[in-house]
């Protein structure tokens, strides 16, 4: 057994260096202290009481939200040669009798359970004569009622404190801003407890936001420029997912539906074929992800716009969890702010229903902004950039700003004559002439603006209009079947007193260029062939051994390898990732890829 945290994170984990501030959390939970641990997808929250859970005695008694996460956390950690097991309603009764008797044996160094569970009478009476290292409750911001995600049943860990006082308590979460830090901290009785927030910042995450025109065709468009690649599509509905799936399914490209109106066993043959690799897209509503530890999702897609800017942050950081590059993509449409708001003034908590409204309209102003994304991403949590990233749409391809004065009077004008007592939908067709037969029932066909817009592509003037609304000069009435209607600000602008501005309308994702060789960690560039050939030998292990790809070695791994082509067991374990147990278990077989590849080959061995 490695005797300090930095040999275990090295000789059982295969990493060389610990991210920022987790060697300090993890010395002070193996100290003894209460912790809440604020760190981002793909941080390295879980080494925090994973390391700590092997250097103080006893097992360590996990709160895990899902099944599924509990079981890839339980594969990675035995992958690794680390003694875990999980506990919760999928083990069948031998099976759950085998993990109590592991659990009473001394032979776990990590239990999972659920929060439901691990709160029961039976089984607070079984963990008092067990010796406890530590309690982790993971995704704590399942507590809060501030939280994006709020469940009830985590509410009973409040209790925990009193029921077992002496084991330290660490709390994780990924997505918190102030209101739900000090809910999990006042819900859990950990007012005392060391807080570390590490940030929120991922910078290998490209975040773009389109307008939502052609949503279909736009998706097809986007999964066109990353073939192969793996990722979610989030939608709202069940009815909508399907639909996406079908659509991508026809269009040749391999995906499945996953919501909660599916049966449980088809949910998990879903998931199970995203996590082995068995399938590109997954397009899921919100019952999918969370906790997700795939490691290579190349991307995710927000097909609808999201309720809050926690749960957006918390589903686009299920990308690149092993560091290398990836995409976030949200199609912006007001129609969804419409469905959005109407969902929540349906609620009878007015409280609740006030605390929703504030975080839909932060994330459609991130929606809505024209300056660094990733700015105001990491501003509503509390976290400064001090400056713009690079990364996103908007700093990437800044948005050219169009004189549209003329268009926005004939808008307004047509808003006007059809008398302030329709919504976009008719205003557009109107514009554009159509012949719908209600708009000419209506006489609207007879109306100075009837047509007027012709010259301009539908897509074009549904942005001119969802600007006039930001910038105040429409009022859109939600609670009125959305009709349009003018503002006070509208006068100066219809008699031609100002000019309007307004940025050129994104109906498209950046298509990203093709490359033969890629840029890995530390701008090393690698042969893409001989990554291949070992994802090839990756899913042929994962396979034996019933386990997801990324269990084996995540991308990260394979990228390396693929650069520095390792020769024998020490470079191997020079390899991000690799630790005295996998080299054991797979260092041969990888070895003799780069063996078999080099034959005939004079090159020497990058460095």
């Not at 205003?427 to 817009?453: A, F, P």
Request: aromatic share 8%.
């Amino acid at each position: 057994m490695p005797k300090t945290p930095a040999e275990t994170l090295s000789q059982i984990f295969g990493y060389k260096d610990f991210r920022p501030y987790q060697q300090e959390v993890i010395e002070a939970l193996i100290d003894g202290h209460d912790l809440f641990v604020l760190m981002p997808t793909g941080g390295g929250k879980s080494l925090c009481y994973q390391i700590p859970a092997l250097h103080r005695p006893g097992v360590a008694i996990v709160a895990s939200p899902l099944i599924s996460l509990m079981k890839d956390q339980v594969d990675a950690l035995n992958a690794n040669g680390v003694r875990a097991a999980f506990y919760n309603s999928s083990l069948k009764a031998a099976e759950a009798r085998k993990t109590l008797a592991r659990l009473h044996d001394n032979s776990l160094d990590l239990l999972y359970v659920a929060p439901e569970r691990l709160m029961s009478d039976s089984f607070i009476e079984r963990l008092q004569d067990i010796e406890i290292a530590l309690f982790a409750i993971d995704e704590a911001h399942c507590i809060s009622q501030w939280g994006h995600d709020f469940r009830p049943e985590y509410r009973q860990l409040g209790r925990l404190r009193q029921l077992l006082p002496g084991p330290p308590i660490i709390a994780l979460t990924a997505t918190a801003e102030p209101h739900t830090r000090e809910d999990i901290l006042k819900g859990l009785g950990l007012t005392g407890a060391r807080t570390f927030v590490t940030g929120f910042d991922r910078p290998n995450i490209r975040y773009t936001v389109v307008d939502k025109i052609k949503a279909a065709a736009q998706l097809r468009d986007f999964l066109a420029a990353h073939p192969g690649e793996e990722g979610i599509v989030y939608a709202l509905s069940r009815k909508r997912v399907e639909a996406i799936a079908n659509d991508l399914n026809k269009a040749g490209i391999s995906a499945a539906a996953y919501h909660a109106g599916l049966s449980d066993d088809v949910r998990q043959e879903v998931q199970n074929a995203f996590q082995h690799d068995d399938i590109q897209v997954i397009v899921a509503t919100v019952a999918f992800g969370m906790g997700i530890d795939k490691s290579n999702v190349r991307f995710v897609v927000h097909y609808d716009l999201p309720k809050n800017i926690e749960s957006y942050y918390q589903e686009t950081g299920r990308a690149g969890r092993d560091g290398l590059s990836a995409e976030a993509l949200l199609f912006f449409g007001y129609g969804d702010i419409v469905i959005a708001r109407s969902l929540i003034e349906q609620g009878y908590n007015q409280e609740r229903k006030r605390i929703e409204l504030h975080k839909l309209n932060s994330m459609v102003a991130f929606g809505e902004a024209q300056s660094c994304r990733r700015r105001i991403l990491l501003g509503y949590f509390g976290d400064k950039l001090g400056r713009d990233c690079g990364n996103c749409d908007i700093c990437l391809n800044p948005p050219q700003q169009i004189d549209v004065t003329e268009e926005a009077r004939k808008a307004l004008s047509c808003v006007y004559r059809v008398g302030q007592r329709f919504g976009m939908g008719h205003i557009l067709e109107v514009l554009r002439g159509s012949k719908n037969q209600r708009l000419i029932q209506l006489g609207h066909d007879r109306l100075s603006t009837y047509g007027i817009g012709a010259d301009r592509p539908r897509e074009f003037w549904a942005a001119l209009l969802r600007h006039l609304i930001n910038q105040g000069f429409l009022l859109q009435d939600i609670a009125n079947y959305s009709i349009l209607s003018l503002t006070g600000e509208a006068g100066p602008l219809l008699r031609g007193e100002q000019a309007f501005i307004m940025p050129e309308p994104r109906l498209r994702a950046p298509v990203k260029k093709e490359k033969s060789r890629r840029k890995p960690v530390g701008d090393r560039e690698y042969d893409q062939n001989l990554f291949e050939k070992l994802r090839k030998l990756r899913k042929e292990i994962a396979v034996e051994q019933g386990v997801p790809p990324f269990v084996v070695f995540s991308d990260t791994s394979l990228v390396e390898m693929a650069a520095l082509r390792p020769r024998n067991d020490g470079e191997m374990l020079d390899i991000t990732g690799v630790g005295k147990y996998k080299l054991e278990h797979y260092g041969p077989r990888f070895l003799k890829v780069f063996q078999d590849s080099t034959i005939g080959e004079e090159t020497p061995r990058p460095r």
